[in-house]
């Protein structure tokens, strides 16, 4: 049996690699964007263009979204010329946006109706790692389904787990950003606070990041501070919108999270000053105004 026929949306900073990945590992690949021109580099390596989503789902097994905002999502799944109006039974469709759990559920549900599998399987992991092939990717939906698509997320994936019921890949991704979002503040003030003292920004960064102190951000995006390297493994604007939607989940759940509040704070000021398209590394600025 050949390998799955496999379908790409989204071609931004992580998902060009993530498609690249599979492009490498063998799969016949299928891709959609907005934009053509950013999907040129796979076109150039053997993609096939779809002109639409709907055209897109006609001709593969499996397709892989990666878009902006949940309100896209909803749109390339489930408006005219979408992945559903395009699918047959048997597909699968995995969605690796960043989105709201109750989406994530509902196109779970709306799938079984027409006898789609979908999965919610957000990614973190930034550029660096959709780079190496080494994302961590955090999965929702039917076990079985997961187990079967295993071989495609080992192309660009290296931490893979099964979080639970459709909604969960979601949930887990929420909690991670929660978690990234204060850890960029403590770097910011680490680093800033280093300074101020005087010592050698790249010798405390020797000894803290790998201390108790060590996160990928400070492995990672602290040396793009230090050098003013402001340019996206991660968009500002992404990383509000998911903010916005942990602390809407938060409220449901009648959880108080001032951490992530003032995170999100301080990146809304960023991006309100023109840097929504900077990377979350931006943050440094609030301390050097």
Request: glycine share 12%; aromatic share 8%.
């Amino acid at each position: 049996m050949g390998k799955e026929k496999v379908g790409f949306i989204g071609t931004g900073v992580m998902g060009k690699h993530m498609a690249l990945h599979l492009r490498k590992a063998g799969y016949p690949l299928y891709v959609y964007t907005r934009t053509k021109s950013k999907a040129a580099d796979l076109l150039e390596k053997g993609a096939a263009w779809c002109d639409t989503p709907a055209d897109l789902a006609s001709k593969t097994d499996v397709v892989f979204t990666i878009i902006g905002e949940p309100k896209d999502v909803e749109q390339v799944y489930k408006g005219e010329n979408g992945l559903f109006e395009g699918g047959h039974a048997g597909q699968i469709f995995i969605d690796m946006t960043t989105s709201k759990p109750s989406l994530a559920k509902e196109l779970y549900v709306k799938g079984k109706e027409i006898e789609i599998d979908v999965l919610d399987a957000p990614v973190s992991g930034g550029d660096v790692f959709a780079k190496s092939g080494k994302l961590s990717i955090m999965v929702g939906g039917d076990e079985m389904v997961f187990n079967k698509m295993k071989p495609l997320f080992d192309t660009f994936g290296e931490n893979i787990v099964y979080q639970g019921s459709a909604g969960a890949g979601q949930h887990t991704k929420m909690s991670n950003q929660i978690a990234i979002a204060s850890t960029m503040i403590g770097v910011c003030e680490a680093i800033t606070y280093a300074k101020k003292a005087g010592l050698d920004l790249e010798t405390v960064l020797k000894s803290i990041s790998l201390g108790a102190a060590g996160s990928y951000a400070l492995t990672n995006l602290a040396p793009r501070m230090m050098k003013g390297d402001f340019e996206p493994g991660f968009f500002i604007k992404h990383f509000i919108k998911d903010m916005k939607i942990a602390l809407e989940e938060a409220d449901r759940m009648d959880l108080k999270l001032p951490g992530l509040s003032l995170a999100k704070e301080m990146y809304e000021e960023l991006a309100a000053a023109g840097e929504a398209e900077s990377g979350t590394q931006a943050l440094i600025k609030q301390y050097t105004k």
